[in-house]
């Protein structure tokens, strides 16, 4: 892992796998840090593919500085760590949950400068089925109720996306590490209560229209992100590969790692073929 300074603080990342393979930008979820994509690096890089990955503010090791965590921020940290790394464009970027709409946002504002786009059970209206975020946006108490209630909540739904997995108990560790960082709390506190998690649907429509080489991930047992969201989102995105998995959950990443990566795999290959 290294860091770069960028506008906003610093941000940790990683580059890694062959230094003369295409590009994958791998963009993790709201809670989980970059480490979302261990049991995808094997694959990717077993296939000639390089990866980079990266913490966005205010969780795992990057900065969590006293800003807004909107859309915004997050875009502009996108931009600015592909500036300040100076990589090939364009390049293959993939998100997941979170990460997906973020994944999506950069590909409507800089369609020529990605190649192909995978998203991974992406949020599209997270409040939808999520009642806790409304009690989380109330003046004042909405504050304190983040602090005692939606950490401890957030911990043990993290818990469960990678239960059973390989590394599952470093994981637990590495989670409760960020837990521990200096203005986590202040940060995902702001993060849910900004435009982070607000509706997606123009920013889907629009990359529908710009993107061609488009992939769409979903379990049919994700609790998290739901079935209606994802038909909106394939209504959107016409053009998308798009793969269901029986009996996985929203921790297919983890859980269910061989499937996604060889559905991965193959989308990036063909992809790399057309670019």
Known sequence: MATVQLSDGMTAYELAGPEAGPLVLLVHGGT???WTWDCQMAALHGAGFRTLRYDMYGKGHSAAPAVQYDRALFRRQLQELLEALAVPLPLHLAGFSFGGAVA?????AFPKQVASLALIAPVLRFEEGHP????ARLPVAGQLFVQYVVLKKAAERAARLWAGAP??????????EQLLQPGFDRAFASFLRSDAL???????RQAGKVMRN???VWGDHDTDIRRSHIVRVRD??????YHELAGAGHGAMFQAADRVNEILVRHL???SRQA
Do not use: H, K, N
């Open 269 to 271: 290959q063909m992809a």
């Open 214 to 216: 488009t992939l769409l």
């Open 132 to 135: 806790m975020l409304r009690t």
């Open 198 to 204: 607000d509706d997606y649907s123009e920013t889907y």
């Open 236 to 241: 959107w995105l016409p053009q998308a590969d």
């Open 104 to 108: 999506a946002g950069y590909c409507v």
């Open 32 to 34: 989980i840090p970059m």
């Open 167 to 176: 590394d599952a108990d470093r994981y637990g560790r590495l989670f409760q």
